[in-house]
Each structure stands twice: as structure tokens, then as C-alpha cells.
T-cell receptor
Framework: NAGVMQNPRHLVRRRGQEARLRCSPM?????VYWYRQLPEEGLKFMVY????????ESGMPKERFSAEFPKEGPSILRIQQVVRGDSAAYFC????????????FGPGTRLTVT | KQEVTQIPAALSVPEGENLVLNCSFT??????LQWFRQDPGKGLTSLLL???SQREQTSGRLNASLDKSSGRSTLYIAASQPGDSATYLC??????????WGAGTKLIIKP
């Protein structure tokens, strides 16, 4: 059973471009969480999704950021018109249930905005 | 608003020493506390989970304690090894079922 997969592992974008980050949860997991880790800081919750539904997006910036978890395919975190402050590591986690301590984390996508 | 603080931010010790990492949180209304390990370029690995009703958990050379009333947890690593070098993160599950994270302690074990 493969773990949580994220791609790309490293992404470089110029200011104003769009960034798309993908997360494939573990097999059998229908709950996906996205976190952002700024340099020298802890992870910050962004959004929690189940298949086809956004359950909690209280940690998502109101503008430029969106997330989806379609019926088929990976979860996508989309950042439009990226700015330098978006440079961070973005981690995805998945779980079989809503229980937090059953979250399994992916290796992260490191986004660099130049 | 729950805040999680980890001290020290970085720690370097010789191989074989026992060490303690600290985590404090401001709101005692938590469901559980977890310690994670983060290796460069890799994901996070859960090390120990302490439910709010528990006082400590042990796994091999690791022992984590929880004092909910004072808002503190410690991670004790016995007989440290170079392979223990990593960043150790503490996270609490708050009353909204969200994980609130500390900034981590970067640990270096010198051979």
C-alpha cells in the first residue's frame, strides 16, 4: 500500500503564475488535509476535504487559494497569481476517518516563488 | 486561540546522551497531543500520541509525557543516536478537531 503521494516535490513559479499541487491519498482514505509550513515555522492547517466536498476551509486565505478533491483523481491545491510570500512547503495528509491521529503525511511540495 | 511553543528551537548533543524536548500549549482543552519527526525532504512521521486522559506514552527509547493542566509536554530521548537527528514537531488537537503545531526543535546528534 503506497503512502500519501504528492507531486511535484519541488515547484518553481514566477510571481503572477499559477501553482497546482497534487495529493494522492493512501488507498482507502477519503479524508484529505492540506497544511502549509513557512520557513522556521510549524505547520498551519489550510483545508479539510472529503470526496467532492470541502468540509473545513477555515485556514485557507480568502483570495487566490482553492482546493478540490474530485470523485476521481488526486486532491488539488491551486494557488493563483502566486506571490513571494506563498513560498513554503505544502503538506498533504490523508486518513480513513476524521480522527486526527490517524492522518498519514505525504513528503510535501516545496514551492518557490521567484 | 491555541498556541503551541517548542523550546529549544535547536539542540546539538553528543551521541549517547539523554535529552528532553519541550512543548507548551496555551489552552488545556485538547483532545490529544502528538509528537512527530520531520526529516529533510520527507513527510512527517508520528512518533507518539498521548490522549488527553493519559499522562505518558513510551515507544522504544522515546517517552512522552503530558501535563494538561499546566499545558506542557516533554519528549525524552534516551541514549541518543546520530539517526535521531531530525526536526521534532509537537501538535495538539484542539476543541475544533484541528491540529495546532509548534515550530519544532531541530535536533543534531553528533557522532
Amino acid at each position: 500500500n503506497a503512502g500519501v503521494m504528492q507531486n511535484p516535490r519541488h515547484l518553481v513559479r514566477r510571481r503572477g503564475q499559477e501553482a497546482r499541487l497534487r495529493c494522492s491519498p493512501m488507498k482507502g482514505h477519503s479524508h484529505v488535509y492540506w497544511y502549509r509550513q513557512l520557513p522556521e515555522e510549524g505547520l498551519k492547517f489550510m483545508v479539510y476535504l472529503q470526496k467532492e466536498n470541502i468540509i473545513d476551509e477555515s485556514g485557507m486565505p480568502k483570495e487566490r487559494f482553492s482546493a478540490e478533491f474530485p470523485k476521481e483523481g488526486p486532491s488539488i491545491l491551486r494557488i493563483q497569481q502566486v506571490v513571494r510570500g506563498d513560498s513554503a512547503a505544502y503538506f498533504c495528509a490523508s486518513s480513513q476517518t476524521k480522527i486526527s491521529y490517524e492522518q498519514y503525511f505525504g513528503p510535501g511540495t516545496r514551492l518557490t516563488v521567484t | 486561540k491555541q498556541e503551541v511553543t517548542q523550546i529549544p528551537a535547536a539542540l546539538s548533543v553528543p551521541e549517547g546522551e539523554n535529552l528532553v524536548l519541550n512543548c507548551s500549549f496555551t489552552d488545556s482543552a485538547i483532545y490529544n497531543l502528538q509528537w512527530f519527526r520531520q526529516d529533510p525532504g520527507k513527510g512527517l512521521t508520528s512518533l507518539l500520541l498521548i490522549q488527553s486522559s493519559q499522562r505518558e506514552q513510551t515507544s522504544g527509547r522515546l517517552n512522552a509525557s503530558l501535563d494538561k493542566s499546566s499545558g506542557r509536554s516533554t519528549l525524552y530521548i534516551a541514549a541518543s543516536q546520530p539517526g535521531d537527528s531530525a526536526t521534532y514537531l509537537c501538535a495538539v488537537e484542539d476543541s475544533n478537531y484541528q491540529l495546532i503545531w509548534g515550530a519544532g526543535t531541530k535536533l543534531i546528534i553528533k557522532p
